[in-house]
């Protein structure tokens, strides 16, 4: 079973700190995304990448940047975080090829709080 | 881009009853839409999707239907159980690959009542 791990569940954190969200999954997967959920706006892509070291911007890039340095790692940082970037944020994979865009795997998310 | 909405944003059925959830879409471009199921406190899981090449698929309980001409497409589910409470998300993309993009529509918190 495909296992899609983010490092934390709930993070607090202050007005212009830089935050790291860490993801990691266990199936080899080519493709990695970062949604960001919010109520009645349902799940909106910020960065995904199809391969180590590369990335292309989702629908709601602004104030974030991303990082793949290992296939099954991928990172979210919010360079200087602010008060509307609280919000639920999810990491997703997927297997490449025929059907990329299908069966995104979720990880449970990290509830982000900035004060 | 595409736009996808989604109603009702919530829906309350008895136990038993049957839940229709409806998603329009703007980009006729668009071929591909699964539906994820988010229950309360963990992870969307996709529960079934559709190729714009058909226009129904059923799986058990839950069937979605899909109509081209009208950019519109819906989540059935029949008899309902307390266990299908949960967020639904339906969602849209050109294309089966990374760079189609899914869009997501804004969710539907369903309520089943025994």
């Known amino acids: 079973d495909v296992k899609v791990t983010q490092s934390s569940r709930y993070l607090v954190k202050r007005t212009g700190e830089k935050v790291f969200l860490e993801c990691v999954q266990d199936?080899?997967?080519?493709?990695m995304f970062w949604y960001r959920q919010d109520p009645g706006l349902g799940l909106r892509l910020i960065y995904f990448?199809?391969?180590?070291?590369?990335?292309e911007k989702g629908d709601i890039p602004e104030g974030y940047s991303v990082s793949r340095e290992k296939k099954e790692r991928f990172s979210l940082i919010l360079e200087s975080a602010s008060t509307n970037q609280t919000s639920m944020y999810l990491c997703?994979?997927?297997?490449?090829?025929?059907?990329?865009?299908?069966?995104?795997?979720f990880g449970s998310g990290t509830q982000l709080s900035v004060l | 881009g595409e736009n996808v909405e989604q109603h009702p944003s919530t829906l309350s059925v008895q136990e038993g009853d049957s839940a229709v959830i409806k998603c329009t879409y703007s980009d006729s471009a668009s071929n591909y839409f699964p539906w994820y199921k988010q229950e309360l406190g963990k992870r969307p899981q996709l529960i079934i999707d559709i190729r714009s090449n058909v226009g129904e698929k059923k799986d058990q309980r839950i069937a979605v239907t899909l109509n081209k001409t009208a950019k519109h497409f819906s989540l059935h589910i029949t008899e309902t159980q307390p266990e299908d409470s949960a967020v639904y998300f339906c969602a849209a993309s050109t294309g089966y690959n990374a760079g189609n993009m899914l869009t997501f529509g804004g969710g539907t918190r369903l309520m089943v009542k025994p």
């Open positions: 990448s199809y391969d180590v070291k590369m990335k």
């Open positions: 199936m080899d997967h080519e493709n």
């Open positions: 997703a994979s997927s297997l490449e090829g025929f059907g990329a865009n299908e069966k995104l795997f």
